[in-house]
């Protein structure tokens, strides 16, 4: 399989005396490849999901997506062919409209001067709210959604980003725990939305608490600790008994129920 994103020798610290650091990290992700993230508090996870969504600096070692570097790829650029979502959506404004909202996902096809949305941007943004089911929220403002609502926006912004109409299979979707605060109900409706997007070509790298939900919709698992990648392989291959034990001081029992893996915690 083609890699779509790599990283080689990838360290990072946040210069702190004593704070923690990602150090030495290998790992290659293919084009259409759904990978989770797994690993206790603390373990690397969503920092090592903010270097590859380019949103931190000062890293050593080197990143490329497509096979080209991230330092040789402009911000706005690389805005086109990867998008990232942060554990929170404290930096939304509540006040704002979906519809609005989801339009701020077409700031890098704009020129340097180009402020007012276009008809072209205006028709991305709704076919993406279409596409995530929610058109008719768009004149909602972001705060009246629920927990699940709020997070299909900022998919549709992310997808508006990525430009829905192109070709996925070169684009990359990385989120950090988009299960937070959401119902269980929501939890298996958002991931099998990413899981839909995947199937349409869309590399997909989720951060993620739910071990159950990892072993249900991802392919790849990527297992950290201590700010390193432990095992980096195909997701029942990383989530097993043993690695529940050592990983997370755990004992279970993974059983496997019409062609699905479940994983019983054992008290």
């Known amino acids: 399989m083609e890699d779509l994103i790599r990283a080689e020798n990838l360290s990072f610290s ?11 990290v290998n790992l290659r992700i293919g ?16 920092t090592l999901a903010k270097l590859l969504a380019n ?8 990143i490329t997506f497509g096979g080209t570097g991230l330092n040789d790829l402009s911000r706005k650029n690389y805005s086109k062919l990867s998008a990232y979502l942060p554990q929170t959506v404290s930096l ?64 549709a912004l992310a997808l508006t ?7 996925l299979s ?9 299960l937070t605060y959401l119902d269980v109900s929501h939890q298996y409706e958002v991931f099998s939305l990413l899981r839909s997007l995947n199937e349409n070509g869309l590399t997909i790298m989720a951060v993620v ?4 939900i990892a072993l249900k919709f991802s392919g790849k698992c990527i297992l950290m600790n201590g ?23 755990i004992e279970s029992r993974i059983t496997e129920y019409e062609k699905s893996y479940f994983i019983n915690y054992l008290t």
């Open 14 to 24: 946040y210069g702190v005396a004593g704070g923690f650091s990602l150090r030495d």
């Open 31 to 46: 084009k259409g490849e759904f990978v989770s993230v797994i690993g206790r508090n603390g373990s690397g996870k969503s």
């Open 55 to 62: 949103q931190l600096m000062g890293y050593s070692g080197t």
């Open 92 to 155: 939304v404004n509540e006040g704002i409209s979906v519809r609005e909202l989801v339009l701020q996902g077409r700031y890098s096809y704009k020129g340097m001067f180009g402020f007012a949305s276009s008809p072209d941007d205006k028709a991305a943004a709704a076919e993406s709210l279409e596409r995530l089911g929610i058109g008719d929220l768009s004149e909602k403002k972001f705060s009246e959604l629920s927990g699940g609502q709020k997070q299909k926006a900022l998919i």
């Open 161 to 167: 980003q990525l430009g829905l109409k192109s070709d």
């Open 170 to 178: 070169g684009k990359m979707l990385i989120v950090d725990e988009p």
């Open 209 to 212: 608490h739910d071990l159950n």
């Open 227 to 249: 700010g390193g990648v432990i095992r980096h392989d195909e997701t029942k291959s990383v989530i097993t008994e043993e690695m529940l034990r050592e990983h997370f001081l």
